[in-house]
């Protein structure tokens, strides 16, 4: 098991750029793979990106694609979630979820352990 926190949301304005973190406890998080959701009001909870446990490989949904990036930091069991151009649609609580199970996948049946969430809102 692994303990994920998330944090960096807020309240920006479309355009603008936001930076989440998801930091987690446990020795062996470098071998996992990771994800971030996100949930929307009145939405189901939805894929947004994925990370090896490396970091060399990565997968996005097309509707974040070419705007936010994924990467992590092993030496400080850290995974980000770098967001640019923000869009009013992409208001929503966002989840950092990680599991052993080496390969990518966007379902979030297949993820084991997930953090509380962090609220990022988009005024237009």
């Known amino acids: 098991q692994v303990q994920l926190v998330e944090s960096g949301g807020g309240l920006v304005q479309a355009g603008d750029s936001l930076r989440l973190s998801c930091a987690a406890s446990g020795r062996t998080f470098s071998s996992w793979f990771v994800a971030w959701f996100r949930q929307a009001p009145g939405k189901e909870r939805e894929f947004v990106a994925a990370?090896?446990?490396?970091?060399?490989?990565?997968r996005y949904a097309d509707s974040v694609k070419g705007r936010f990036t994924i990467s992590r930091d092993n030496a400080w069991n850290t995974v980000y979630l770098q967001m640019n151009s923000l869009k009013p649609e992409d208001t929503a609580v966002y989840y950092c979820a990680a599991t052993k199970k080496q390969w990518f996948s966007s379902s979030l049946q297949n993820y084991e352990n997930w953090g509380q969430g962090t609220q990022v809102t988009v005024s237009s």
């Open positions: 990370i090896n446990w490396t970091g060399a490989n990565t």
